[in-house]
C-alpha cells in the first residue's frame, strides 16, 4: 500500500491501486470490485495514463438503464469521464472541498500524469481524526506545562523551558538562547544541552526568526529527522528583525507519524505559552525589583526592610543569634530643604544612602524608612560592635557630605539589639531603636544612642 506526501509533509496511505482496461467487460470489473471490496476502479489505457473511473453507482445506473447483458457492456460505456484528480501537491483541505463539491468519495492520486494510488473520503476523514486527536494530546501537553510555569520567578520560568520543553518533542540535543538572563550574569546567553554547534551559529539562529520553523537538523546535529527552532518573543517590529532575539532551537526531533503540521502547531503553541510567561515573569521580576527599591536613593525599600526583618528575628529565635538596628535621621533636614532647595535636599538624601551602603557589610541591610529617616539592620552583631560600626560611618559622613556652604551634614542615631526570646519581634526592637533616636536629639544631634534591653 503507497503513501504519498500532502501539505506540510502530511502523509496519507492511499488505497492500493485496482485498473481496468477500456475494453473489458462491465462484469468482470464488477467482479474484481466484488473480490478486492473496493467501491470503484481506475481505468487506464494501454499508454497507462488515465482515461476514466468505474464507480458502484456507474455499474448500477448502467443495469438499471440498459436492458443488454452485463457481460457484452464493456467499462467504456459505462465509466465517468470527467474524472476530478489531485496531486502530491494538492492540500488536504482542498481533497476535502472536492469530495463534498462534487460529491465523490473516491479521488485518484496522479503523479507525473500517471494513476499512482486512491484516496477515499474515509482516508481524508480518518486523517483528520488523528490529526484532531493528537492537536488535542499537544494542548494537553502544552497545559501541563503551564501548570509549572506559574511561579513568575525568572529563573524557574527559564529551567522549566530548558528541562521539560524539549522533552515533549524528544528532542536529542537543543540550545536555548535568552539575551536576559539572571543566572548567567553577562555571561554567554546560551545553555546548551548536547548541541555541538558555534556560538556564532546558534546566535545567528534567532534572526529573522517570528514563528516556529522546522528544517532539517543542522551539520553537527544530525540525528533525527527534523530541527524545530521557537522564537520566545512577540515583537511585530520590522526594525527588530535584524537583531538578535530569544529562542529555543532542539535538533534529533522524529517527527509524528500523521506530519509536520502537529510538530509545528505544538511549537506554535509552545510559543505562545512561553512569551507571555517570559514576558510576565521579566515585568513582574521589574515591578519586585521596583517595591524593593527606594527610587529616589537606590537603598532598599520599607517593603525589602521588612522581609529582611522578619527572616532576622526568625533566625534569632530559632538559634539564639544577635542583630541590632540602626535608626538614623539627617540633622536638621528640614532647615537644608529651606535653605538650599528640595534639590540639594534630594541630593543630600542620595549621597546619604551611598556613605551608608559603602560602609556596611554586604550580609547588611540598608533601607529609606522615609523622609530622612533610614534603617540599618545588622545580623550577627552585638550593640558594642554595632556601635563601632555606626561611629565610623557617621565620622565618614561628617567629613565626605558636605552642603554649599561647606558646612558638614551629620546625623542621630538610635542603635537597638535584640534582646533574646521568642516573644521579641523585630518591629520590637525597631520600635527601642526609634526611641534611642529620639534621645539621640535630646542629647544635642550628630551622635549615636545605644541601649540594651526592652524599654
Known amino acids: 500500500m503507497q503513501s504519498i506526501g500532502l501539505e506540510n509533509g502530511a502523509s496519507l496511505k492511499l488505497d492500493a491501486l485496482l485498473t481496468a482496461s477500456p475494453s473489458e467487460t462491465l462484469r468482470d470489473a464488477a467482479t474484481r470490485m466484488i473480490q478486492h471490496r473496493v467501491g470503484s476502479l481506475v481505468v487506464v489505457a494501454e499508454s497507462g495514463q488515465m482515461v476514466g473511473i468505474l464507480t458502484e453507482r456507474d455499474c448500477l445506473d448502467s443495469l438499471a438503464t440498459s436492458q443488454g447483458d452485463p457481460r457484452l457492456v464493456r467499462v467504456d460505456q459505462t465509466m465517468t469521464t470527467d474524472v476530478v484528480s489531485a496531486n502530491a501537491s494538492t492540500p488536504l483541505s482542498e481533497i476535502n472541498r472536492i469530495m463534498v463539491s462534487r460529491h465523490v468519495r473516491h479521488l485518484p492520486i496522479v503523479v507525473d500524469g500517471l494513476p499512482v494510488g486512491m484516496l477515499s473520503s474515509r482516508d481524508v476523514l480518518g486523517h483528520q481524526l488523528r490529526l484532531t486527536q493528537e492537536m488535542t494530546a499537544a494542548a494537553e501537553q502544552t497545559a501541563r506545562l503551564v501548570q509549572c510555569l506559574k511561579n513568575l520567578d525568572v529563573e524557574d520560568v527559564i529551567l522549566v523551558i530548558h528541562q521539560q520543553v524539549p522533552e515533549m518533542f524528544a528532542a536529542q540535543q537543543w540550545v536555548l538562547c535568552l539575551l536576559d538572563d539572571p543566572g548567567r550574569d553577562g555571561a554567554d546567553p546560551l545553555r546548551r544541552s548536547r548541541c555541538t554547534c558555534p556560538d556564532q551559529d546558534c546566535r545567528l539562529r534567532g534572526r529573522l526568526l517570528q514563528e516556529p520553523m522546522i528544517s532539517a537538523p543542522c551539520s553537527q546535529c544530525g540525528q533525527g529527522e527534523a530541527c524545530i527552532r521557537i522564537p520566545l518573543s512577540t515583537s511585530k517590529d520590522p526594525r527588530a528583525l535584524d537583531q538578535a532575539s530569544d529562542f529555543l532551537c532542539m ?102 544612602s551611598d556613605l551608608l551602603r559603602t560602609g556596611i557589610r554586604n550580609v547588611d541591610t540598608c533601607a529609606r524608612y522615609g523622609g530622612d529617616e533610614f534603617v540599618i539592620l545588622l545580623p550577627e552583631t552585638t550593640l558594642p560592635q554595632a556601635q563601632v560600626a555606626l561611629e565610623r560611618i557617621r565620622a565618614e559622613v561628617t567629613k565626605g557630605l558636605l552642603l554649599p556652604d561647606g558646612r558638614s551634614v551629620t546625623f542621630s542615631c538610635g542603635l537597638a539589639e535584640w534582646c533574646g526570646g521568642a516573644n521579641e519581634s523585630g518591629d520590637a526592637v525597631l520600635c527601642r531603636a526609634d526611641g534611642e533616636l529620639y534621645e539621640a536629639k535630646r542629647a544635642g544631634r550628630n551622635c549615636i544612642r545605644p541601649r540594651l534591653g526592652a524599654a
Open 251 to 352: 535538533c534529533g526531533i522524529k517527527e509524528m507519524e500523521s506530519s509536520k503540521d502537529i510538530l509545528f502547531y505544538k511549537a506554535r503553541l509552545l510559543q505562545e505559552v512561553l512569551s507571555a510567561t517570559l514576558s510576565n515573569a521579566h515585568l513582574y521580576q521589574s515591578l519586585r525589583q521596583q517595591s524593593l527599591t527606594d527610587p529616589l536613593t537606590g537603598a532598599n525599600s520599607r517593603r525589602a526592610l521588612e522581609a529582611a526583618l522578619a527572616d532576622a528575628s526568625e533566625r534569632a529565635s530559632r538559634y539564639g543569634r544577635p542583630f541590632c538596628l540602626a535608626m538614623l535621621d539627617v540633622d536638621c533636614f528640614k532647615t537644608v530643604n529651606d535653605s538650599y532647595g528640595h534639590g540639594v535636599g534630594d541630593q543630600v538624601l542620595r549621597q546619604l
